[in-house]
């Protein structure tokens, strides 16, 4: 049978198509260059290796060396020709041997950047968004996951409109504005409206063709809520709380999304601070602030963001219905290129040194409280990494990780100085450790939210039982048996499977508190409560079990803990875990898990299971 000849019009916008998704594909991946590069050329002649830069553009991949302080390009090399398809010569001396420059190698090939070099046609150089938006934006049929990275750079090509955040902002396109908040221009705020909103409809576009489609932060629902809230949260900044609340009219969250939110800001005291770092612990919070008016007097304060100038002032002012965030050093003193960091250097070994002092010390203009780093140059440091805070009749005394202070760091210190205990204080459970600058101990588990305190944990080896904060058993039993809600719990995707597995956590940390304190029975009813919620139907059983099996061994439930430990050992063997549906635990994930439920039914003597453990190698 003799085929049919397709249109003309159609023969030629298939052309473009595939050209477009051709040339994406075709490039080779951030892995494969770096491994090539680093195999065939020397790097032991640059002197910072960290200013060493490699850029994907739509001529190919570029290896740049920078000169950061000066910010300016050394030199800038086509490493990989677009239009050859293959890898050309650069002016770098050859490697000695295939292995010199593993290690820096190595660290870049684990550095974050590499998801999203392998996501976006283009990528790494100031104004690398606009070129993708040109080359992909009157592209028809685009793939989900290039249609997701379009929306990604408009949504990056919105934001470097207004700062350059990201640090590869075209500086020729970025508005020029005035300190404070209402300071774009009716034109200016089109042209943010336009590129948002450009955002926006392309998400609603990849959530039409694939509902399901999986991005960092959870499916592409999560992230479109997300979108409409960072332009809540830029319009606040930027301009005021009648144009941000613009942004709220068509954002929604999901169900379980909105139940955790409540939950966080259920868990936090009247009038509290509560910093956060992330995204899926603040967008959901200000949403539920902002557009269902729950808990607006909490000041939730993203501990990413307060590093940015904007931002930082920003908190300065009421936000909602929240005080604003207390602060003692002024605009000036943090603004950009002053205290962008700040050195911590020992003056003396074994004295701790006041909170407040160690930051007025930073900011003196005394000549002899400043080091001279070069002619005419001088540094501020903190002078110390022992530090005290006074509260009442307590000395907290900590110790600061770290050779310096980003401006988040400093100004969460001088927030905690300025507010002097009027207000309760907070750390979301999803900031992570670094951000707690040492305090750990001093941090009291009350829910999804860890207070600061005066008091230390005094368990002694709370550091080596990778528990250092306390647990205030009272308070987290009814929050988490009677006060949270759960809706939602029954229909999770991706990143809120991760989130549900730290909610095991929490209740097994919970129930081994309780029976550390002898309450046994109420720990079996706090570890019930967990499966009752998180079964592996909806949740499968993981890592995230390993302290809930141990304790229904402890107290004695040997039926319970073996039925979870049976089910954990085949969705072990089967690779079936939370993070993925298709994802495979690496060996070195798995031989770590499998040793560790070796050791825990050894040293319950569940032979059987030890069995059946065993096949699973």
């Known amino acids: ?143 989900d996951s290039m249609l997701y990275a379009l929306g990604r750079s408009y949504s990056y090509a919105t934001n470097n409109l207004l700062n350059n955040n990201s640090g590869m902002a075209d500086k020729k396109r970025m508005f020029k504005l005035q300190e404070g908040v209402n300071c774009l221009s009716p034109e200016q705020l089109a042209t943010y409206n336009k590129y948002h909103n450009l955002a926006i409809e392309t998400y609603k576009a990849v959530q039409k063709l694939n509902p399901d489609f999986e991005t960092i932060i959870g499916n592409i629902g999560i992230k479109l809520a997300d979108e409409y809230m960072v332009g809540y949260l830029d319009m606040m900044i930027y301009q005021n709380e009648k144009e941000a609340n613009k942004e709220l009219k068509d954002a929604t969250f999901t169900d379980f999304m909105v139940s955790m939110a409540k939950n966080y800001l259920m868990t936090c005291d009247s009038n509290a601070i509560l910093f956060t770092d992330g995204d899926n612990d603040t967008f959901p919070l200000l949403f539920v602030q902002a557009k269902l008016k729950y808990r607006r007097d909490v000041l939730v304060v993203n501990l990413e963001l307060l590093g940015t100038v904007r931002y930082a002032n920003r908190m300065r002012a009421a936000f909602m219905d929240a005080a604003p965030l207390p602060l003692t050093f002024t605009q000036d003193e943090v603004k950009d290129g002053v205290r962008d960091y700040a050195y911590i250097i020992d003056r003396t070994k074994d004295d701790y040194i006041e909170l407040k002092s160690a930051l007025d010390f930073d900011r003196s203009q005394n000549p002899n409280d400043k080091i001279s780093v070069q002619a005419g140059q001088t540094i501020n440091y903190i002078p110390s990494h022992k530090l005290f805070f006074i509260h009442g009749s307590d000395k907290m005394e900590w110790t600061l990780p770290g050779q310096y202070l980003l401006r988040s760091n400093l100004l969460m210190l001088d927030a905690l100085v300025t507010n002097n205990w009027k207000r309760p204080v907070y750390f979301g459970s999803m900031t992570g450790s670094a951000v707690y600058l040492g305090l750990d101990r001093y941090l009291e588990m009350q829910g999804f939210t860890y207070k600061i305190v005066s008091t230390k944990n005094p368990s002694a080896n709370a550091e080596a039982s990778g528990m250092a904060m306390s647990v205030n058993t009272h308070i987290v039993y009814d929050n988490l048996m009677n006060k949270y809600s759960w809706k939602g719990a029954d229909s999770l995707v991706s990143a809120e499977r991760l989130i549900a597995m730290d909610y095991r956590i929490f209740f097994s940390t919970l129930a081994q508190s309780l029976m550390h304190n002898n309450q046994n029975d109420s720990a079996l009813k706090v570890l019930d409560r967990c499966i009752e919620l998180f079964p592996n139907e909806k949740l499968k059983y993981d890592q995230s079990m390993f302290q809930c099996i141990s304790s229904y061994y402890d107290i004695g439930q040997t039926a319970k803990a073996d039925a979870i430990a049976n089910t954990f050992i085949y969705n072990l063997h089967h690779n079936i875990n939370n993070e993925s549906g298709t994802m495979v635990l690496d060996d070195k994930t798995k031989n770590a898990i499998h040793t560790d439920l070796e050791k825990l039914l050894k040293k319950n003597h569940r032979t059987e299971l030890l069995n059946k453990l065993e096949e699973t190698q």
């Open 1 to 143: 049978m003799k085929k049919k000849l397709l249109p003309l019009l159609c023969l030629l916008s298939f052309a473009a198509i595939t050209n477009a998704q051709w040339a994406y594909l075709k490039y080779p991946s951030y892995s494969n260059v770096l491994i090539y590069f680093f195999r065939q050329y020397s790097v032991k002649d640059i002197e910072n290796t960290d200013q060493l830069k490699f850029q994907k553009k739509p001529d190919g991949w570029h290896v740049v060396y920078l000169n950061m302080m000066q910010d300016s390009t050394i030199s800038d090399q086509l490493l990989w020709s677009r239009d050859k398809a293959a890898f050309v010569n650069v002016r770098f001396n050859p490697a000695q041997t295939a292995k010199e420059n593993d290690a820096i190698m190595a660290k870049l090939l684990n550095a974050w950047q590499g998801r999203w070099y392998n996501l976006f046609p283009y990528y790494n150089y100031p104004g690398w968004e606009w070129d993708v938006i040109h080359d992909y934006k009157d592209v028809k049929n685009l793939p």
